[in-house]
């Protein structure tokens, strides 16, 4: 009796791992740690009622990994999440109902106050994305940042 749920267990999780390797992302893909990597570091923190990124506007070449350092100084925990523009917004609609939810994604993490992170990015589309806070009321107090990849 045992040896069928064995099986059955076998091929679920066989299935599973195809489709995780496939994961895809707008903003290009995960990087590799052990490669050279550029290394940008964005702060995270609040200021006179509003919250934002330093620097909130970064630029790359097409094919250039980058080496996150995020760092939260802040008395709050906030996020980082690397996508378009829409997927960000339909993501922070998500988290108004879900407010609880934390990231720890190849393109996003979730930092608690005094807290640090590393992402390592592979930029490999062209075009226009944004890193933001999806915290409920983050990212319209200002959290909000800008990807051009050239």
Known sequence: MKLPT???LLSTATLAAPALAHESFSAGEPGNPKRPAKTVQITMQESDGKMLFSPDKIEVRQGEQIHFV????GELPHEFILASAKENLEHAAMMQHHPGMEHNDPNGKRLQPKGTADIFWR???KGEFEFACLIPGHREAGMLGKVTVK
Request: aromatic share 10%.
């Open 70 to 73: 995020l760092s939260n100084p």
């Open 6 to 8: 064995v099986i059955l």
């Open 123 to 125: 930029f490999s589309k």
